[in-house]
């Protein structure tokens, strides 16, 4: 029922920053989690940020914590994502998705997780290179 809209990929350069932005109806009445998750080519799909209604704190990736800022309105319904100083690491295809509350932290820290969230965008594309 849930369902995500992500915007905001573009082609950007080394050392720029980007904002991706994702919008989401039909969220469930119980708390859950919703985050960023991305996928590289080579590699599987990895957590970027996450937050869970239930206590509301956003955890990060460590690959991106420091550079990387995940905002969400009050009702956790739309989130955004501040990609600062990228690397052509960051390159890959940008989701937002919706799973249970215990899978933050643990989708942006443990791998094998990230395949339990239930709700998925269509994902947005970025792309760093100069």
């Known amino acids: 029922q849930v369902q995500l809209v992500e915007s905001g990929g573009d082609l950007v350069p080394p050392g720029e920053s980007l904002t991706l932005s994702c919008t989401g109806t039909?969220?469930?009445?119980?708390?859950?989690?919703i985050g960023w998750y991305r996928q590289t080519p080579g590699k599987e799909r990895e957590g970027v940020a996450c937050?869970?209604?239930?206590?509301?704190?956003?955890y990060y990736s460590r690959f991106v914590e420091g550079r990387f800022s995940m905002s969400t309105n009050d009702a956790k319904t739309t989130v955004g994502l501040q990609m600062n100083d990228v690397t052509p690491d960051d390159t890959g295809v940008y989701y937002c998705a919706v799973g249970l509350p215990g899978l933050c932290p643990s989708s942006v820290i443990v791998q094998s997780t990230v395949r339990f969230l239930r709700s998925w965008g269509r994902g947005t594309q970025v792309t760093v290179s100069s």
């Open positions: 039909g969220f469930p009445s119980e708390d859950y989690t």
């Open positions: 937050v869970s209604t239930s206590d509301g704190k956003t």
